[in-house]
Nanobody
Framework: QVQLVESGGGLVQAGGSLRLSCAASGSTFSMNTMSWYRQTPGKPRELVAGISGSGNTRYSDSVKGRFTISRDNAKKTSYLQMDSLKPEDTAVYYC????????????????????WGQGTQVTVSS
């Protein structure tokens, strides 16, 4: 399994930007599909963006055009650049690594999907 550590969350005003990072350990990073999910209280963890080992990407409709997912296989790190942030983007953001096709990532995921980081809080004030 892959161990994941997120960083980069925080408080930002609406319209601002944040960059989340997810550092991975283990030798199979490049083989994993990396993704970011987010969760608000009382709601399930929902897919925000995913990237395959070869760099193909997918985004939820709510963040398309504002967020960019990327990865650096040499550094075993994935990133989520979040621009034009809105208050509704406020959530705990989780990094995920899974040996799965990018397009088979679940829209809603539980703890049984691959490996998860500890989560990082993103708060967008209006």
């Amino acid at each position: 399994q892959v161990q994941l550590v997120e960083s980069g969350g925080g408080l930002v005003q609406a319209g601002g930007s944040l960059r989340l990072s997810c550092a991975a350990s283990g030798s199979t990073f490049s083989m994993n599909t990396m993704s970011w999910y987010r969760q608000t209280p009382g709601k399930p963890r929902e897919l925000v963006a995913g990237i395959s080992g070869s760099g193909n990407t997918r985004y939820s409709d709510s963040v398309k055009g504002r967020f960019t997912i990327s990865r650096d296989n040499a550094k075993k790190t994935s990133y989520l650049q979040m621009d034009s942030l809105k208050p509704e983007d406020t959530a705990v953001y989780y990094c995920n690594a899974v040996m799965s096709n990018l397009w088979r990532l679940p829209i809603v995921a539980g703890n049984n999907v691959g490996s998860w980081g500890q989560g990082t809080q993103v708060t967008v004030s209006s």
